[in-house]
């Protein structure tokens, strides 16, 4: 009987290592190709993004994905604020019906007499003859800023007009203003807006070109 348990010759050993040396290779080889594939298609996503990404100078994969996170949340930030000012904008157009529904609307359903007509027109007339003067001469008295270092509290008023508001926000983007809390009412055509905003650069804010946007804005009305 033979013994089953024998150690095998090592001529078997290497004709067996010889048949099973290829396949293990080419495994192996298959798997480092897989993964090069996978690498280089994540650098050529990596660039994608970088060239969607504007002043993106970052050339290591981590800086690259820290610059494009800071701008996607730029973005929500961004997109939060114009989704308040469409808000405010249909508030503002309803709260300005009803003003001129109620002034429109008499005691009683009887119309004014003639004399109190002809005052209220004069008001009017000498409303708007004042608030144009204050907008040519650039007047800052419808614009207060209160600052305690970065965080200022704007005051602003002007007469009413369609998309009024995206523009001052706009002129309050570029001068690096984030907005976080805006308030507005309309009165008799008068928009007055209470904004709580910070400012984003690393040099001290200033207040005068912040005037200078709105006092544009109002001149347009």
Known sequence: MHDRGLIESPETNAVRDAA?????????ENHVLSEWKRREKISERLMI???????????DKVSILDVTIEYVQALERRVAELESCR??????????????????????????????????????EADQEIGYVASK??????????????ELLIEFKCPWREGILLEIMDALSILNLDCHSVQSSTTEGILS??????????SVAKT?????????IAGKC
């Open 137 to 150: 001469d650039g007047s800052t008295d419808n614009v207060t800023i209160s600052m305690n270092n970065k």
């Open 208 to 216: 005068g070109p912040i005037e200078q946007a709105l006092q544009r």
């Open 87 to 124: 808000k405010l904008e249909a508030r503002t157009k309803i709260e300005r019906t009803s003003d001129d529904y109620g002034n429109n609307k008499t005691n009683n359903g009887k119309k004014p007499s003639l004399s109190k007509r002809k005052a209220y027109d004069l008001v009017d």
């Open 20 to 28: 099973w040396r290829p396949e293990a290779d080419e495994i192996c």
């Open 193 to 202: 807006l209470t904004i709580k905003s910070k400012y984003k650069g690393s």
């Open 49 to 59: 993004l970088k060239s969607l990404v504007p002043a993106n100078n970052k050339a």
